[in-house]
């Protein structure tokens, strides 16, 4: 196996990125720091928006050359800064979704000048025109009353009814609460549900997801649930520590679930 996958560096993605061969990524997942001047344990997410849109483009023009033809990748944004980055995205890959992420927050407090925000942006890009995605992996089960509701003659057998709707653009997912069996301590962590229907649909068995921007880990959790490899970067020591923490008591669980 190579030295560098299944990994992550406690070092910046920018100065590290070198490490990852060339058209050796199947999948690019980045969660970066959204410039809204989150305490990650270090100055990374206190730029202005003119630093903070040159930080991206340098570390998007590091990364693309890492992935496959067919690669993909997903980005989480806030609504601020996603229309700059498409469109950065837009003039190197063809956008294939807008995907909103619902965090099904609440409906308490906010502000009384404008309306709550409520969501993640979340863009979805590709190299190439035959990109890989395996729509049969996260398809959405019906259900029951649903199918009873299809059960005339034209229904019967269909391929869609027996396996699932495709899912929308609109990802309902809760954000992870500090009470959540997921919840690790980190301001911005996103749930697995999302990290792994990206990994199932873009990224093919035994292929490899980068994650520049590794934060809690949720994205080399996913990977290896799925089976997977994996490969990132975390600026923060005590983040690469719970990274570490997080796959071993992954290991764990697989091994005892295996010896039943």
Request: net charge negative; with cysteine; proline share 6%.
């Amino acid at each position: 196996m190579d030295a560098w996958l299944d990994r992550v560096f406690c070092e910046d993605a920018l100065a590290g990125m070198a490490r990852i061969p060339d058209g050796s990524i199947d999948l690019l997942i980045a969660d970066p720091p959204y410039g809204l001047g989150k305490d990650y344990g270090n100055d990374s997410d206190k730029l202005d928006a003119d630093a903070y849109l040159r930080w991206t483009e340098q570390w998007i023009d590091a990364a693309l050359p890492k992935l496959k033809p067919a690669a993909s990748l997903y980005i989480f944004l806030t609504w601020r800064y996603s229309p700059e980055i498409f469109v950065m995205l837009k003039k190197r890959m063809t956008m294939i979704n807008e995907i909103i992420w619902d965090r099904r927050v609440p409906s308490m407090g906010g502000s009384t000048r404008r309306f709550s925000s409520v969501h993640d942006t979340i863009g979805f890009f590709a190299r190439a025109k035959d990109y890989h995605f395996d729509l049969d992996a996260v398809r959405i089960p019906y259900d029951a009353e649903t199918k009873k509701a299809r059960s005339r003659s034209i229904f019967v057998g269909a391929k869609w009814l027996e396996v699932g709707y495709n899912p929308k653009d609109v990802w309902s997912v809760s954000r992870l609460h500090r009470e959540h069996r997921e919840r690790a301590d980190h301001p911005t962590q996103k749930p697995l549900e999302i990290v792994e229907r990206m990994i199932k649909a873009s990224c093919p068995p035994g292929g490899v997801v980068f994650d520049p921007f590794m934060g809690s880990g949720t994205s080399a959790v996913a990977a290896r649930r799925c089976g997977r490899h994996w490969v990132g970067f975390e600026l923060n020591p005590a983040y690469c520590r719970l990274i570490d923490q997080r796959l071993a008591e992954l290991d764990t669980a697989t091994e005892e679930a295996e010896a039943e």
